[in-house]
């Protein structure tokens, strides 16, 4: 992740005054930190990744930031799997950075856990310049111009794609 993807992540966490964060993808932990640094004081970061391992890395990098243990819940397992069990509209955002190949599934879920006025934002969606490229491309840069389409013409979506880093797609749920 970019410093400036980070940078609006913690900028949009902290304008929603978020309590309650979804993350697809915990990775190493830097998007978390991101978000948590944006959360306010008493929220908490649920993040969701298929690797134990990752998670144990980004626990360790949460604590070198400073945050207490109770600021992170880690879950590990397939988001299409974990995501159902979680609250309807118990989220203020959902950062997705997982499957590309998933992300109309993540999109679907998302819009079922956040609250209305919340944002769902997706990292990399340019894909290195492919989702513009006219030539013939992976499953993957096909799925993310299918979510941009499907973004841009949701109803219940107001959209914006931000130019940092591989591109964030963010949109509120209208209430």
Partial sequence: MSP???AALRLLAATLDAKAVAEIGTGTGVSGTYLLLGMRPDGVLTTVDTEPERQQF????????????????????RALDVLPRLADGGYDLVFCDGDRLE??????ESLRLLRPGGLVC?????ADGRTVDSAAQPAEVLRLRELLRTVRESQELLPSLLPVGDGLLCAVRRG
Avoid: K, S
Avoid at 58 to 77: K, L, V
Avoid at 103 to 108: E, G, H, I, V
Avoid at 122 to 126: M, S
């Fill in 4 to 6: 400036g993807t980070g």
């Fill in 58 to 77: 980004a626990r360790q990098t949460f604590r070198a930031a400073g945050f207490a243990g109770n600021r992170a819940r880690f879950i590990p397992g």
């Fill in 103 to 108: 992300c109309l599934d993540y999109l679907a």
């Fill in 122 to 126: 997706f990292e990399g969606v340019f």
